[in-house]
Nanobody
Framework: QVQLVESGGGLVQAGGSLRLSCAASRLTFSRYCLGWFRQAPGKEREFVATISRSGNAVYYADSVKGRFTISRDNAKNTMYLQMNSLKPEDTAVYYC????????????????????WGQGTQVTVSS
């Protein structure tokens, strides 16, 4: 059974940084496009960032562009989200996701494109 496990969430003050990790098991990691989504209380899940199989293509939501950086290490079956200059509105449960694709530079911005999801990690940014 495929597993995606997020870690690295926590409580941080506005302006601070966190680094989320997503460790994958039981899948051929390099064959999957990966993404981060988040869901705040009372809101729908929203796209944050995505990275292609090769890691050479990335795309960000406008709300995090310039502050967040997505990356992956295919040798370690792990994806990361470096979050800097955090704001209270970044408070949410963050989910990682994996979507199978044959395109090495393909990215996915919609949740329906993904096949597997993690259980989420809470990020809380205090003002």
């Amino acid at each position: 059974q495929v597993q995606l496990v997020e870690s690295g969430g926590g409580l941080v003050q506005a302006g601070g940084s966190l680094r989320l990790s997503c460790a994958a098991s039981r899948l051929t990691f390099s064959r999957y496009c990966l993404g981060w989504f988040r869901q705040a209380p009372g809101k729908e899940r929203e796209f944050v960032a995505t990275i292609s199989r090769s890691g050479n293509a990335v795309y960000y939501a406008d709300s995090v562009k310039g502050r967040f950086t997505i990356s992956r290490d295919n040798a370690k079956n792990t994806m990361y989200l470096q979050m800097n200059s955090l704001k209270p509105e970044d408070t949410a449960v963050y989910y990682c996701a994996a979507g199978a694709t044959v395109q090495t530079l393909g990215v996915m911005m919609t949740s329906g494109e993904y096949d597997y999801w993690g259980q989420g990690t809470q990020v809380t940014v205090s003002s």
